[in-house]
T-cell receptor, first 114, second 113 residues
């Protein structure tokens, strides 16, 4: 079945460090891929998305490239800020599975220190 | 202008009680969802409705019953609350079925004592 695996946290970085959060997926067909962010005490917000192979999603300095050959969608940011501290979720949605369903990874807690 | 709103934000209640959580979206979306997030932040889908019709019904106890009076509202009623029901419950919506992004509400933190 469809699933998402993302690196376990927590991840702790100093401000201006480079961030990578790994995400790999298992799915039939051609899923759409997403990164969501959850700030403390809030709901999930869509951070970026990619709908086909080799697409790059980007937002707020974060980027992720849809790699079908490695079934990956790693999240990167060149220089993190304290305000990026949050939980990050990788997710996929697949037309071949139950329509509308998002499959989430387990989330990665990021803490950025000044 | 809150896109997806939930009430209440916090809910503290005793075991055995019955409670409801309300969700409303003003985005004109056709599909709405309920998720449960446990203490380790793991998200699990519970239900999905499309135009008031139940689409996804995961294996959740039948003490949980969703109700969709219209496509802008999806409420969650929980009977005979148990300690294990303590979690954060999120409502979400999306414009159509299929692989599009979902928009989440702020969550309802349920604590069962």
């Amino acid at each position: 079945g469809d699933s998402v695996t993302q690196m376990e946290g927590p991840v702790t970085l100093s401000e201006e460090a480079f961030l990578t959060i790994n995400c790999t997926y298992t799915a039939t067909g051609y899923p759409s891929l997403f990164w969501y962010v959850q700030y403390p005490g809030e709901g999930l917000q869509l951070l970026l998305k990619a709908t086909k192979a080799d697409d790059k999603g980007s937002n707020k300095g974060f980027e992720a490239t849809y790699r079908k050959e490695t079934t990956s969608f790693h999240l990167e940011k060149g220089s993190v800020q304290v305000s990026d501290s949050a939980v990050y979720f990788c997710a996929l949605s697949n037309r071949g599975s139950t329509l509308g369903r998002l499959y989430f990874g387990r989330g990665t807690q990021l803490t950025v220190w000044p | 202008d809150t896109a997806v709103s939930q009430t209440p934000k916090y809910l503290v209640t005793q075991m055995g009680n019955d409670k409801s959580i309300k969700c409303e979206q003003n985005l004109g979306h056709d599909t709405m969802y309920w998720y449960k997030q446990d203490s380790k932040k793991f998200l699990k889908i519970m239900f999905s409705y499309n135009n008031k019709e139940l689409i996804i019904n995961e294996t959740v106890p039948n003490r949980f019953s969703p109700k969709s009076p219209d496509k802008a509202h999806l409420n969650l009623h929980i009977n005979s609350l148990e300690l294990g029901d303590s979690a954060v419950y999120f409502c979400a919506s999306s414009p159509v079925e299929g692989f599009v992004e979902q928009y989440f509400g702020p969550g309802t933190r349920l604590t069962v004592t």
